[in-house]
């Protein structure tokens, strides 16, 4: 017990486990409000007098993308609602657009002249910084994360993947330098660690993944496809697109061209994946005719048609973002076609009551299980019960109301811990802890997970899933 707190102490600011539960918990939420969504909804985010308007990526309550009121596209900004669109276009130019957004700062294109500058905003038109790289012609950024901004600059005739420093603007080209060369290259997203899009190589488009330099980069390229194209990568999984018979399909990797999957959902005659985030992946399929938004869970048999959701005068829909708040409330961003003009829209997804988070590490009887019941209401009774996990041990239950999903002795530590529980399991590997619920903040998050004593693994240490419960 004694090991395995210090370690977390290293990996998170663990605060004061001692403390009892209403305090602990009630102490790490002071800050959080609650989500005040209902079930599966949309919000269409085009303002009434545009003529069309597209949302490319967003988070925690921030969306960028595209408003062209009939004369030109112009860089937007929203916070959650058409009437908070804000307009960031620049000044003097003639055309601007934001692909990426990462805390304060948002990035895209702005159009000084004839060709398009790499630019980055801070939430106002006024903060417009031109990014374009010295010696480059031209150039765009298309995503941020923290200091790292990614896209692409040409120089003399080569078009060149590369990351500029947000604090410095200092351009880095990261142009892969292995044989067979390459062409054309383009990073097109990253999650601060690594970075994905793609290079032509002998005429044909490969997707890529980089980790901050140009000798790092891995060709995702499946050869069963005359292209393939990497657009979002989050948490070592990347997706996009590859093309079979001069049909494109929605894919999937996780780091190398043998990890590929194939996302077409059955019935589709075409698909891309555009976005993903802690295992969740959106884009959209063609289906009898028109484009639907969707969601998938690393597989093809998973597809989520999203376009129902959205009002009844929408024909298609596309995909483009997705990310998750500290609620587990899912986040969709895309555009849809009404009336024959495309519409910036925002797809909303408020998890249920318990939701298992995955990221289980395997101990001697294979992966440990934890699981919740109760409503989550004040003075309920909640009880929650391990399964699987090495028998007549210490299991140690960490709580915590953010996430830490951290890499940490072997495996992934989901909560930021706030309490740490030691139990025992039984002679069948099960253990059950109950607590009657404090009073709580209606939506705040609880996060668990077990780490079970096994020496039989590695860094002596299993853990069960991470644990999602909602306060009602």
Not at 41 to 67: F, I, K, N
Not at 420 to 433: F, H, Q, R, S, Y
Request: proline fraction near 6%; hydrophobic fraction near 40%; charged fraction near 5%.
């Amino acid at each position: 017990m004694q090991v395995l707190a210090a370690n977390l102490r290293r990996h998170s600011p663990c605060r004061a486990p001692s403390l009892p539960f209403a305090a602990a918990l009630a102490g790490a939420a002071w800050c959080l409000a609650a989500p005040a969504h209902a079930q599966w909804t949309a919000v269409v985010l085009h303002p009434p007098a545009a003529y069309t308007s597209d949302c490319l990526r967003g988070q925690d309550g921030t969306q960028v993308g595209m408003v062209d009121d009939g004369s030109a596209p112009t860089a937007a900004l929203w916070h959650d609602t058409a009437a908070s669109y804000t307009n960031l276009h620049p000044t003097g130019a003639l055309y601007s657009r934001i692909f990426g957004v990462d805390g304060q700062r948002q990035v895209g294109y702005s159009y000084p002249a004839s060709v398009a500058h790499a630019a980055m905003w801070t939430g106002t038109a006024a903060s417009h910084v031109d990014l374009n790289p010295s010696g480059a012609s031209t150039s765009t950024a298309f995503d941020v994360a923290g200091d790292t901004i990614v896209g692409q600059a040409k120089f003399n005739t080569l078009m060149q993947a590369g990351i500029w420093n947000a604090t410095t603007n200092g351009w880095t080209s990261l142009h892969p330098t292995t044989a067979p060369p390459s062409t054309w290259s383009n990073i097109a997203a990253t999650d601060g660690l690594q970075q994905a899009g793609e290079a032509v190589v002998g005429g044909h488009s490969h997707a890529m993944l980089w980790s901050g330099s140009a000798g790092s980069a891995i060709d995702l390229h499946s050869y069963t496809a005359t292209d393939t194209s990497a657009t979002d990568v989050h948490t070592g999984q990347q997706v996009g697109r590859a093309t079979f018979n001069f049909v494109n399909h929605a894919c999937m990797w996780s780091g190398s061209a043998a990890s590929f999957v194939d996302l077409q959902p059955a019935g589709a005659t075409r698909s891309e994946a555009n976005g993903v985030h802690l295992g969740a992946q959106v884009g959209f399929a063609q289906i009898a005719g028109y484009y639907h938004a969707g969601l998938w869970h690393g597989s093809a048999a998973s597809w989520q048609d999203l376009h129902g959701y959205l009002p009844p005068t929408f024909t298609s829909s596309i995909a483009f973002g997705i990310w998750h708040d500290i609620y587990g409330v899912t986040y969709v961003v895309g555009t849809g076609n009404e009336s024959g003009h495309q519409h910036a829209v925002m797809w909303i997804l408020v998890p249920p009551i318990w939701t298992d988070l995955g990221f289980a590490k395997a101990g001697i009887s294979g992966l440990p299980l934890l699981s919740g019941v109760g409503p989550l209401t004040t003075n309920s009774l909640t009880s929650l019960t391990l399964t699987n996990a090495n028998p007549s041990t210490t299991a140690v239950l960490v709580m915590g109301v953010l996430p830490a999903n951290v890499p940490f002795l072997g495996g992934v530590l989901v909560p930021d811990p706030v309490i740490l529980v030691p139990l025992t399991t039984d002679a069948t590997g099960v253990v059950t802890w109950q607590v009657n619920l404090p009073s709580l903040p209606t939506g705040l998050p609880l996060r668990f997970q077990h780490w079970i004593d096994d020496p039989t693994v590695s860094y002596g240490w299993s853990a069960s899933n991470g644990l999602l419960g909602i306060c009602q």
